[in-house]
């Protein structure tokens, strides 16, 4: 077959691994690609095969400087990432062959683990397992969370949603227009634009890369902005300062304009302007939240099974193709959740 | 009498005026000194003879951009401020004469008023009229809300207060200490670190012109800051948000740090690690609490009573140094909340 070289053998356990750090976003020199047999669980333990695995722009920090949760990967391991797999063989007494589990196991075809570091059942069965790393996984709990308990939203409130179509923020926009708000997503280019106005649903959209930003603000939400779900930083975050409405909430979630730029950092300069008009800036790490995530799937199930939430799902197809699903994010060049299907979904 | 200059006369009413926009802080040719006839109130007026000035870092701002909530002072015009008075003469329901009164009447003996723009009485009679500026006037009420409605302090909590010597931060550390909060304050000097610990009650001062700043707040707050009430931003805000500790809050009311810069303006870049600790900054404004400056004056004026508030007035004298009175503020010469008296204090 023409996609063996994709696919999972029984007997071999391919593996992505650092070589170099990135000085730009990702290189061929970045990762390289090894080959080992499949582990063996232990007492306590448990082997995933590997269905789908998950791209976010975050992941990028992890080989560079660790960010400030996760220690900084060690040159030569096995690239860190949330999968969803299929269970195949346990010595865990909270794990059955068969269970369907997301987690952070790398990027290999095959995991060893100990249920430690926040491994997941997926309960509510309503599509692919892909779902598991979008919508009913930690994606679409970070945007639970984000616009419900720190964004507070409430009917006819204005939303701006940065990165809107991205994994989070496609999840987003969409729980904000269940919670009966108007809203706006920005993002990169006319495609996109009109996909997440008729795809996602949102009201209107904004491409950062045309227009002059604060006018296209000032145009699409006129009497300005309540709550601003923000995953992009720099001049995008400082322009909803400048347009948000007294006692608005500015949801710090990503800041991806931020990733690249090493020691360049910058905040908002007019994060002042928040004093005049009685709004907040609230950051908050899915993590926090931990003991609610049984919550979030099953609403975020219900929503998706109603039909009132449409998981956007960017699916890509080889393992081969990480690296370059890990650049093209910083390319803006996905649309929705991005997943790289690497073996065969007992749940399609 | 050798202090004639310095009093009203009843015929002549002294104003300073604004000739040039300052470059810098305030200098000789900012203002102007001129007189003009005492005013006479017509109906729904009363005039006022005012007894002391407030002096606060933000009224820079008056004439050189405005900020976002008042207008630029015209050229010419009689330098805007809140003073406190006695009423002298009325034709306005709510106004007698001999009620004490604090309101935005300017750098001048005599001022007339239809009640608008705030003006408030000074109901708690617990001390000299010069606390309706401070501790009983919106400089305390600012410290109130931002500490308990903002900061919502725990007993227990870790708090930082920046500017604490200075209007707003010598009442709130004192506040934050009655809610059972350690407190750390930051100031310019050594005279002042001593005196913000021996004087306000903190548990501990940092010289912002001496040591390391990073090195002192973890060394003053080991464990990290729950709640930063910042009057100063800049570098200060940022190790703020270095040190900050999970949940914590970051209260945004003064940028005095920022307030020369011109273009320079800048905001923290390390904003995005809110994200990791799930804190949050709230701006906020005391004109947005105007419905409960009742209650605050009450409860500031029930801990002064009670000896657990201690008004820290650092008290001028002498219509014609208001200028360099202003100027002080930027050069950290006051040891709490700045006061020009004018005239005589019936309370006194």
Redesign the interface.
């Known amino acids: 077959m023409a996609s063996t070289a994709s696919h999972q053998s029984s007997t071999a356990n391919r593996q992505w691994r650092l070589r170099n750090r990135p000085v730009g976003i990702v290189d061929g020199d970045t990762f390289e690609l090894t080959e080992c047999p499949v582990p063996q669980p232990r007492e306590g333990e448990f082997c995933v095969r590997l269905i789908f695995l998950s791209l976010a722009p975050v992941m990028r920090a992890y080989i560079v400087d660790g960010?400030?949760?996760e220690e900084r990967l060690p040159i030569g391991s096995v690239m860190r990432g949330r999968g969803v797999g299929e269970v195949i063989a346990s010595h865990h007494p909270g794990f059955a062959v068969g269970d369907i589990v997301h987690g952070p196991f790398g990027w290999q075809d095959y995991a060893i683990s100990d249920g430690s570091g926040r491994v997941l059942k997926l309960n509510a069965r309503v599509g692919s397992s892909s779902l598991a790393l979008g919508a009913l996984g930690l994606t679409g709990f970070t945007a639970y969370f984000g616009l419900f308990d720190i964004g507070r939203p409430t009917a006819g409130d204005q939303v701006l949603v940065s990165g809107a179509a991205g994994g989070v923020g496609s999840v987003a926009g969409q729980l904000a227009r269940i919670a009966g708000c108007r809203t706006v997503g920005t993002c990169g280019g006319r495609d996109k634009s009109r996909w997440i106005v008729d795809a996602l649903g949102y009201d209107a959209a904004i491409d950062y890369r045309g227009a002059d930003l604060a006018s296209a603000i000032r145009e699409a939400l006129p009497d300005g902005i309540d709550i601003y779900f923000d995953n992009v930083?720099g001049a995008l975050l400082?322009a909803a300062i400048d347009h948000i409405r007294?006692d608005g909430r500015i949801v710090?979630?990503g800041?991806i304009s931020?990733y690249l730029s090493g020691e360049d950092?910058?905040?908002?300069?007019?994060?002042?302007?928040?004093?005049?008009?009685?709004?907040?800036?609230?950051?908050?790490?899915i993590y926090?939240y931990e003991n609610r995530f049984r919550e979030a799937e099953e609403r975020l199930a219900t929503w998706i099974e109603e039909g009132r939430l449409a998981p956007a799902e960017d699916r890509r197809s080889g393992f081969e193709t990480m690296p370059e699903a890990l650049r093209g994010l910083f390319e803006s060049a996905n649309f929705g959740k991005c997943v790289v299907q690497i073996g065969d979904d007992p749940l399609a």
């Open positions: 960010g400030v949760i930083g400082e007294n710090v979630c800041s931020q950092k910058r905040g908002p300069s007019n994060y002042f302007d928040l004093v005049y008009r009685n709004a907040r800036m609230h950051g908050f790490h926090h």
